[in-house]
């Protein structure tokens, strides 16, 4: 939630078209112990959910940052969205985390159609607001190169590697189509 949703604004102030998911089975944000989180389901409005995490511990959750991150979050879209109910296509779809890239593909291949083209491609994000933010710049920096490419599919790879060698983070690709 905070590193597409902070990959989400940045990308859109920069006038791109953006959508945000999640991929698993509840959002879960971090609670009063490790072993706690705080859970709600997909689609549960993130108004909802700051007024949960306020009643719970406003003092635990405005020093961690999430009561910060869910204010960020509801300017930008009512509530979280999971990736494998949306039958939205794409044409590009970036994610931060190679076991999110693995879902993602999955879902993907497990759709009927097959004729839409898609790049999915993962940097690897560490999450926390820091690593967020910095990822954040990377997504659109990495947007940008494929935006202003006149042939992605026979740029992509050389591209991908040498974003990769500059950012110093490892760079997943594959076309499929769905």
């Not at 706690?36 to 940052?65: A, C, H, M, S, W």
């Not at 009512?78 to 590009?92: A, D, Y």
């Amino acid at each position: 939630m905070n590193r597409s949703m902070e990959a989400h604004n940045f990308l859109s102030k920069k006038g791109y078209r953006v959508q945000s998911f999640g991929t698993g089975d509840k959002v879960k944000l971090p609670g009063a112990a490790p072993d706690r989180p705080n859970v709600y389901e997909f689609g549960t409005p993130y108004d909802d959910i700051y007024q949960d995490l306020l009643q719970k511990d406003r003092e635990l959750y405005t020093r961690n940052g999430l009561l910060h991150m869910l204010d960020r979050n509801r300017r930008i879209k009512p509530h979280p969205e999971k990736f494998q109910t949306t039958s939205e296509q794409f044409n590009l779809i970036l994610t931060c985390e190679e076991r999110v890239y693995d879902q993602v593909i999955e879902s993907l291949e497990g759709r009927d159609s097959q004729t839409t083209p898609v790049h999915v491609v993962n940097i690897e994000i560490q999450d926390n607001h820091e690593e967020a933010t910095i990822g954040a710049f990377l997504m659109c920096e990495l947007v940008s190169m494929m935006a202003n490419s006149d042939d992605l599919d026979n740029d992509i790879d050389e591209m991908l590697q040498d974003f990769e060698a500059k950012c110093q983070r490892p760079v997943l690709h594959c076309l499929l189509f769905y």
